[in-house]
T-cell receptor
């Protein structure tokens, strides 16, 4: 079956530090890949996505590149802010029959950024 | 604001009680989903509805039932709540023609079973 593995947290950084959260996936076929962010007490929000190999998704200073050869979609940001403190989920979407798509999530990585 | 609305936001149940979690979306999406989120487990799919009139089991369906009342609404029912069902429940929707665009999530229902 499909699965997503992301680095376990928690991750604690100082403001303006460089962030990498690793994500690898297993899937039959060619999934679309996503990063979602969950701020404290809220639901999940789509942060960025990539739908085919070598695509780069970007948003709010975050980037991730779809690497088919290494089945990876690592999240990066050059300079984190306190407001980036949240839980980050890597996910993949595959067609599960007909035109239906299901998301498979990693377990999430808690990021805390200190001033 | 357009999106996915879940009610209630918080609920405490006693073991054996029943309740229904409500979810409604106003984006004319075809597919709707129920997930539960537990510490260290990420999000796990309970049930989903690919389109109005259909429902299917996800990864952890035991102890739950669902109803796709119409295109907008997808409810999750706990017939006899157990402490193991203490969790945060998220409803989500997607347009099946835009499967590459991911989901829109509600803000969650925090359920405690004592």
């Amino acid at each position: 079956g499909n699965s997503v593995t992301q680095m376990e947290g928690p991750v604690t950084l100082s403001e303006e530090a460089f962030l990498t959260i690793n994500c690898t996936y297993t899937a039959t076929g060619y999934p679309s890949l996503f990063w979602y962010v969950q701020y404290p007490g809220e639901g999940l929000q789509l942060l960025l996505k990539a739908t085919k190999a070598d695509d780069k998704g970007s948003n709010k200073g975050f980037e991730a590149t779809y690497r088919k050869e290494t089945t990876s979609f690592h999240l990066e940001k050059g300079s984190v802010q306190v407001s980036d403190s949240a839980v980050y989920f890597c996910a993949l979407s595959m067609n599960s029959g007909g035109s239906n798509y299901k998301l498979t999530f990693g377990k999430g990585t808690l990021l805390t950024v200190n001033p | 604001n357009a999106g996915v609305t879940q009610t209630p936001k918080f609920q405490v149940l006693k073991t054996g009680q029943s309740m229904t979690l409500q979810c409604a979306q106003d984006m004319n999406h075809n597919s709707m989903y129920w997930y539960r989120q537990d510490p260290g487990m990420g999000l796990r799919l309970i049930y989903y509805s690919a389109s109005e009139g259909t429902t299917d089991k996800g990864e952890v369906p035991n102890g739950y039932n669902v109803s796709r009342l119409n295109k907008r609404e997808f409810s999750l029912r706990l017939e006899s709540a157990a402490p193991s069902q203490t969790s945060v429940y998220f409803c989500a929707s997607s347009d099946r023609s835009q499967g590459t665009y991911g989901y829109t999530f509600g803000s969650g229902t925090r359920l405690t079973v004592v």
